[in-house]
């Protein structure tokens, strides 16, 4: 059964969602000492990223990735490390060992593969094994798409590599992204999804046969994962 978490405003679904990964991240240093976070980027996770520098934390412990990445340097307003930076990170003196940004300002195929490389650093997956994050958080457009994968992009199917350069139509812009496989091994994932302009797409999302080539937020949308959503996301449900 689908774990769907409501709440009447975006902000206590943001505060939720992030007390939420604090409890997953908690558990997972008590089992390895070390745990694992990929996060979003968008306007709905400022809440979430502020309780988070707020928060007395053990942030040593914790390595931080990203979900996807707008082709920016990291000074750009669109970035998706900027936002963190400024809500959170910075704020919450987060230690910079810790970060584990893509290198969006080099050409995408070069970022993405670098970005590889870190994770499997991090990771050391065995020969064919993709890395597991024990925490992902995602969001989910009005268009149902989630990370940098949009409806009806190619790159869905695939279940085996880690992260890819990938040419948003819509945007008319270059994005890395995690893939798939990566999204659907991770041991917890906490979609955020707030706004009126989401309802629609939530409820297809939520009611419809798993077909993430036309819905791609379905993509680990089973056991270990929890949505929350707020009042306005759940109008047409």
């Avoid at 070390?34 to 502020?50: K, Y």
Wanted: aromatic fraction near 10%; hydrophobic fraction near 45%.
């Amino acid at each position: 059964m689908t774990d769907i978490r409501k709440f009447p405003d975006a902000a206590a679904a943001a505060e939720a969602c992030a007390s939420q990964i604090l409890e997953w991240l908690q558990e997972a240093m008590g089992q390895k000492g070390v745990a694992s976070l990929a996060i979003s980027g968008g306007s709905s996770p400022r809440p979430m990223f502020e309780k988070f520098a707020r928060t007395p934390f053990d942030w040593k412990r914790v390595h931080l990735f990203w979900v996807d990445e707008r082709a920016v340097p990291p000074t750009d307003a669109q970035s998706n490390f900027k936002f963190t930076q400024d809500a959170w990170l910075g704020p919450g003196d987060f230690p910079l060992a810790n970060i584990h940004r893509v290198q969006a300002e080099l050409p995408p195929v070069e970022a993405a593969a670098r970005y590889i490389q870190d994770i499997k650093r991090f990771f050391a997956p065995a020969a064919g094994e993709l890395p597991r994050f024990d925490v992902i958080h995602r969001g989910m457009g009005p268009d149902a798409h989630t990370a940098s994968l949009f409806p009806g992009e190619p790159l869905i199917e695939n279940r085996a590599d880690i992260a890819a350069p990938v040419w948003v139509e819509k945007f008319q812009q270059w994005r890395i992204t995690l893939l798939p496989g990566v999204l659907m091994a991770a041991r917890h994932s906490a979609l955020l999804v707030t706004g009126a302009d989401k309802a629609a797409a939530l409820r297809s999302v939520l009611s419809t046969p798993f077909d993430p080539l036309h819905y791609p937020a379905q993509i680990a949308s089973g056991d270990g994962t929890a949505w929350f959503v707020d009042a306005a996301a759940q109008e047409s449900e």
